[in-house]
Structure formats: structure tokens, C-alpha cells
């Protein structure tokens, strides 16, 4: 755990980590979160992009997760999201960038995203966010650390989170297909970002309580390599 005087500065220091990796090995594989905290992340990587140099032509993303039943256009989905705060900024080539494909059957298009994953050779570095209910991913309570991407069906608190995002709980899908905590857990390494007040609960839950799939973030405290970086606000249930 370290512990950040804000989040841009976890954020450049998590920025910095991910140009050293992709300029050692530019065919880098990276699992990316959606959501409001990883957006300074994408910020600065996209100014290491503009002004240095810092090339994703032949860099791989694997998104997390994506909402069932939003249209393919929709501007709330996480596609969408990614294009405006990191894809649009930098240098992906698209037939690198790989989402679940909410379009077909759901259920074989989760087992069909696993696979694409494991063809290419699982995440070099999977970058996570952490929901309050301690959900990783759309990985809602519950979930154990075999769990493979599948259809979910989200929690009542996660949709209530995403609310205002879609103008009103009724507008919030209610499944999504996500990466499981499998394909996480096989990443070879892990780097969480929490901040704010409102994750200190769950920060201190995921690391201070006994790991439990009742806190899906805490089942990857096991992994050898994992990082979480927190502001103040976040850490503030951790001892000093
Ligand atoms: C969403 C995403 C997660 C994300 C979490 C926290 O539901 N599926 O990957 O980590 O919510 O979001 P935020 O960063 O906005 O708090």
C-alpha cells in the first residue's frame, strides 16, 4: 500500500510505473477500469503520449467489463467512456483494444472474452479501480477467486453509485459482463487506485479484514505482486 498527498500524484507516480513497462515490452497487455478514478491516470498518460513520446501502437488493452443493454452507440457505456478519456488521446491501434461484445449472446460472449484473453497471453498489468462495496471489475460480493468473465448481475449499491451517471436508478442496466477474479489474479501484476473518503471503509475492509468474497478486493491480497495506491482521504481507516 502507498499512500499519495493526492490523486494526481498516485496517478503520476502509476503513469510513470506504465511507460517504463511499455517501453521495456511495447506489445504490453493492460487491463483498464472505467469509472471517475482512474481518469487523472488516463490524463497523464496521455500528456507522457503528447509531449513524450510514449507510444501504445503496439500495446494491447483488455477493458474490465461493459453494462448489458445499452446500444452499441450509447455514451454511458464504457466504451464510450474509454474513447473519450484515454483511446481518443493516445495511440491504440483498435484491433488492439478489446471489450466484452455486449451484442451477441451474453453468455457465450463473456467465455469468448476469457478466451481472447487467454490467447493472447493473460495481462501483463491489470489496473483496477475498487467499488465501495468492494467489488473489482463488475466482481460483485460473492464472487470467488476461480471466477471467470461471465454475465453478473450488478448490486443493488453499485447501481445506486451509477445513478447519476445515467440520469436516474430505473436508466441503470442491471447486468454486465465482466472479467472474473481469475483472469485478475493470473495478471502479473495488479495496481488498485482508491481515493476519497468514501473507499476508506472499503480500503479497510479489503486489507485489514480476514479476505472473504464478501469483499471481492480482498481475495487479491494472495497476489505477488500487487500494489494499491491510495490519497488521504482514502487511507484514512488504515493505521498511520
Ligand atoms: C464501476 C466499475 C469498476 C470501478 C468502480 C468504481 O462500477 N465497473 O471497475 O472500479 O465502479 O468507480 P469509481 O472509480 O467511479 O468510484
Known amino acids: 500500500m502507498e499512500r499519495f498527498s493526492s490523486p494526481e500524484a498516485a496517478c503520476r507516480s502509476l503513469a ?9 515490452k ?12 482512474p481518469i487523472p491516470l488516463y490524463r497523464e498518460l496521455a500528456r507522457l503520449h503528447r509531449e513524450e513520446g510514449l507510444s501504445f501502437a503496439r500495446a494491447c488493452s483488455f477493458n474490465l467489463d461493459e453494462y448489458l443493454g445499452l446500444a452499441a452507440d450509447d455514451a454511458r457505456s464504457f466504451r464510450a467512456f474509454m474513447r473519450e478519456h484515454f483511446f481518443a488521446q493516445v495511440d491504440f491501434e483498435p484491433r488492439n483494444v478489446h471489450f466484452p461484445n455486449v451484442a451477441g449472446e451474453p453468455e457465450r460472449e463473456a467465455r469468448a472474452y476469457a ?14 479501480g475498487l467499488g465501495r462495496n468492494g467489488h473489482v471489475g463488475f466482481n460483485e460480493p460473492g464472487s470467488g477467486r476461480d471466477s471467470s468473465a461471465r454475465v453478473v448481475e450488478l448490486a443493488d449499491q453499485t447501481r445506486a453509485d451509477a445513478a447519476v451517471a445515467f440520469g436516474g436508478l430505473a436508466n441503470v442496466p442491471v447486468r454486465a459482463i465482466t472479467l472474473g477474479l481469475a483472469e485478475i489474479l493470473e495478471a502479473r501484476a495488479i495496481r488498485m487506485l482508491a481515493f476519497g473518503a468514501a473507499k476508506s471503509e472499503v480500503v479497510r475492509r479489503m486489507l485489514l ?6 469483499c471481492p478486493a480482498s481475495l487479491l491480497r494472495g497476489h505477488a505482486d500487487l500494489a494499491l495506491l491510495l490519497d488521504e482521504g482514502a487511507s484514512t481507516g488504515l493505521p498511520r
Not at 479484514?209 to 464478501?214: D, F, G, K, L, T
Open 16 to 24: 510513470l510505473e506504465i511507460a517504463a513497462l511499455v517501453r521495456e
Open 26 to 37: 511495447p506489445d504490453a497487455r493492460l487491463g483498464l477500469p472505467t469509472g471517475r478514478t
Open 115 to 128: 478466451q481472447e484473453l487467454r490467447a493472447a497471453g493473460g495481462l501483463d498489468l491489470a489496473l483496477l
Open 209 to 214: 479484514e480476514p479476505a472473504s468474497q464478501a
